[in-house]
Nanobody, 111 residues
Framework: VQLQASGGGLVQAGESMNLSCAAS????????MGWFRQTTTKHRELVAT???????DYGDSAKGRFTISRDNAKTTIYLRMDSLKPEDTAVYYC??????RGQGTLVTVSS
């Protein structure tokens, strides 16, 4: 499985940003994907996960502000991030569970 993430960049606090991640290769009909992030201080946090069946889960910092969604036909997931805060600044990595990780995309939120 290969992962191709897109999105990221620089936004101001309070703004929104979308990330997407497309899986290709030997993907399964039933899958789980998600995002985790690593801050500049190397703190790692699971942001959100979603299954092909639509079950979602969010990390505490993402609840109420981030929304994860999917397109099963494209084996692609999306992360809508609203009300961004400077502390959301991190490299965001896409995951295809259990073992595949994407290359990471930098999200920078300025105050």
């Amino acid at each position: 499985v290969q992962l191709q993430a897109s999105g990221g960049g620089l936004v101001q606090a309070g703004e929104s940003m979308n990330l997407s991640c497309a899986a290709s290769g030997s993907t399964s009909t039933y899958w789980a994907m998600g995002w985790f992030r690593q801050t500049t201080t190397k703190h790692r946090e699971l942001v959100a996960t979603i299954t092909s069946g639509g079950s979602t889960d969010y990390g505490d910092s993402a609840k109420g502000r981030f929304t994860i969604s999917r397109d099963n036909a494209k084996t692609t997931i999306y992360l809508r991030m609203d009300s961004l805060k400077p502390e959301d600044t991190a490299v965001y990595y896409c995951l295809y569970f259990p073992h595949v990780r994407g290359q990471g995309t930098l999200v920078t939120v300025s105050s």
